[in-house]
């Protein structure tokens, strides 16, 4: 099992930033991608975007190309999710989760998950 802790959630103005990470431990060696989704109130988990463990192409929702990109740093086993122009519609929790897959993009492709933590963008 891989333990995900997130964390650099919060509330931001429309068009401001905000990067969130995502620390990962335990049998990370089991991971193929890391990948970020957010849910809304009231509404289903979505995909944001997906990036390849071991290097490869990052992939993204197409409601977020552009304006949000993942990165990682090995030595500390952390993915990131940058979120530029936030716009009220990205009010969500977001999750970050771990797949022994490649490049899913649903969240029945996803072993392991984070808590979550609260973005709010404020129009």
């Known amino acids: 099992q891989v333990q995900l802790v997130e964390s650099g959630g919060g509330l931001v103005q429309a068009g401001g930033s905000l990067r969130l990470s995502c620390a990962a431990s335990?049998?990370?060696?089991?991971?193929?991608?890391m990948g970020w989704f957010r849910q809304a109130p009231g509404k289903e988990r979505e995909f944001v975007g997906g990036?390849?463990?071991?290097?490869?192409?990052?992939y993204y929702a197409d409601s977020v190309k552009g304006r949000f990109t993942m990165s990682r740093e090995n030595a500390k086993k952390t993915v990131y999710l940058q979120m530029n122009s936030l716009k009220p519609e990205d009010t969500a929790v977001y999750y970050c989760?771990?797949?022994?897959?490649?490049?899913?993009?649903?969240?029945?492709?996803?072993?392991?998950w984070g808590q979550g933590t609260q973005v709010t963008v404020s129009s």
């Open positions: 335990g049998r990370t060696f089991s991971t193929t991608t």
């Open positions: 990036h390849s463990w071991a290097g490869g192409p990052t």
């Open positions: 989760a771990a797949s022994s897959l490649r490049a899913p993009r649903v969240a029945t492709g996803f072993d392991s």
